[in-house]
């Protein structure tokens, strides 16, 4: 019988070079293979784990996907139809909010202010407040009556 030809980058790790490596407790690990949470393979009496599935269970794990993950739920209970329903009390939530509108301004361009309320007024009808947030919160700049959107503000999702 012939033998199968594994890749020459696939790549296992045990229990033990997991743990050491994510600096966690051997029975951790070995609790999370058990109850599938990280997808390994059972050989003997010990656990073997892909290096993609390793990447993948850290990446799912990741604060980052989290954040992203955030700020759609946010997205998604405030703007109904593209338009704001209301804007959320807590500040964080209030600046996902703020950033799905200030995409809708290129940096580096000059708006005037009629043009920044009609721009607001597609997803909101009180613009002075968004506007006024917006400055607030350093995402715009005014000077003599003309806004634009700060380039050095990044947008977190």
């Known amino acids: 019988m012939e033998k199968p030809e594994l890749p020459s980058n ?3 790790y045990s229990t033990l070079e997991i743990a050491e490596m994510l600096k966690m407790n051997i029975q951790v690990i070995a609790r999370k293979l058990a109850a599938g949470e990280i997808v390994g393979y059972k ?8 290096e993609a599935d390793l ?4 990446e799912k794990h990741s604060n980052q996907r989290q954040s992203k993950n955030n700020s759609v739920k946010v997205i998604d209970n405030f703007i109904k139809n593209g338009r704001v329903i209301a ?10 909010i ?8 290129k940096t580096g361009q000059v708006y005037s202010e009629p043009e920044i309320n009609q ?3 597609k997803y909101y009808d009180d613009f002075c407040t968004v506007r006024r947030e917006f400055i607030m919160e350093s995402m715009m700049t005014r000077a003599n009556g003309k806004y634009s959107r700060n380039s050095s503000y990044i ?3």
């Open 10 to 12: 696939l790549r296992f």
């Open 98 to 105: 703020l950033e799905h509108i200030l995409k809708e301004f």
């Open 119 to 121: 721009i607001i007024q």
């Open 43 to 50: 050989i003997g009496k010990d656990w073997r784990v892909s």
């Open 55 to 58: 990447l993948s269970w850290i």
């Open 155 to 157: 947008i977190t999702d």
């Open 87 to 96: 804007l959320p009390s807590q500040r964080k939530k209030r600046r996902y």
